[in-house]
């Protein structure tokens, strides 16, 4: 039988987890399956695994729109032309509202061709370019909401969305702190409980995960019809920031009365 390098690689893997040629895995002792950073269990320790779940909720801080124009043209350098100057009074506009310059950011560009509808033609015919560009704005004045929108439209803006809230971001740790103390809270009075069912008590901590974080997001809707804005009430609601923990708890029998 001819061995090769791979071969005799998958032998070693297979005789190294303990596997057979029926399949069958050899259990190892419970101390060498744990990982490193968890202490071996004794003989009369359960181990309970529970999953912690803490939320906090915060008021918006920030709120993000993105503006944009679309404009045409015979050929793709004048669509271009055409599309910058409907972008700077929009530009303006957010510069008039205090908005400071690093708060404006290009988010989208693209200038394609527009081909006449000649399925039937051996070659596509090119009527013309049409331009789009877009901005992401970010501001802290969240009641004025309404009113910049209303402002960019009225200044040339035929493509808005948004805003979406959120917290600030030097807020975002402090909020995930906050967030992660609550998981952990909600996990130990879970493992207190499942013990107290059980007859046991929580003897000590095994095994703690990293944290998973979700930062949630608010938004309102800004709806661009015709030559006006149609606008929702903009309700942001709160902010909520999520975090979750994966613990290990070793349990012991209550002493006997």
Aim: glycine content about 8%; proline content about 4%.
């Amino acid at each position: 039988m001819r061995v090769t390098r791979s071969s005799r690689l998958e032998w070693r893997l297979r005789l190294a987890l303990g596997i057979g040629a029926a399949g069958l895995t050899i259990a190892a002792p419970l101390a060498a399956q744990t990982e490193t950073s968890r202490p071996a269990v004794a003989a009369t320790e359960t181990i309970l695994r529970v999953a912690g779940v803490g939320s906090i909720a915060a008021g918006p801080e920030v709120m993000t729109v993105t503006v944009g124009v679309v404009t045409t043209g015979e050929s793709a350098a004048a669509a271009l032309d055409a599309n910058n100057r409907k972008l700077a009074p929009v530009i303006a506009v957010l510069r008039a509202a205090g908005i400071p310059a690093e708060q404006i950011q290009s988010s989208d560009l693209s200038v394609e061709p527009q081909f006449a509808d000649t399925r039937n033609a051996v070659v596509d015919r090119i009527l013309g370019f049409r331009a789009s560009s877009a901005v992401t704005v970010q501001s802290r004045d969240l009641g004025s909401a309404g009113d910049l929108v209303s402002a960019l439209f009225d200044a040339g803006a035929n493509s808005i969305s948004g805003p979406e809230f959120a917290v600030a971001e030097e807020n975002v740790e402090r909020l995930t702190r906050l967030a992660e103390a609550e998981a952990l809270r909600e996990a130990r009075a879970q493992a207190d409980s499942t013990a107290a069912a059980l007859g046991m008590r929580v003897a000590r901590v095994l095994w703690v995960s990293d944290s998973q974080v979700q930062l949630g997001k608010g938004s309102g809707y800004i709806i661009v019809t015709g030559s006006r804005i149609a606008r929702t009430p903009i309700e942001p609601g709160e902010i909520t920031v999520e975090a979750s923990y994966n613990l290990e708890f070793a349990l012991v029998p209550l002493p006997a009365r």
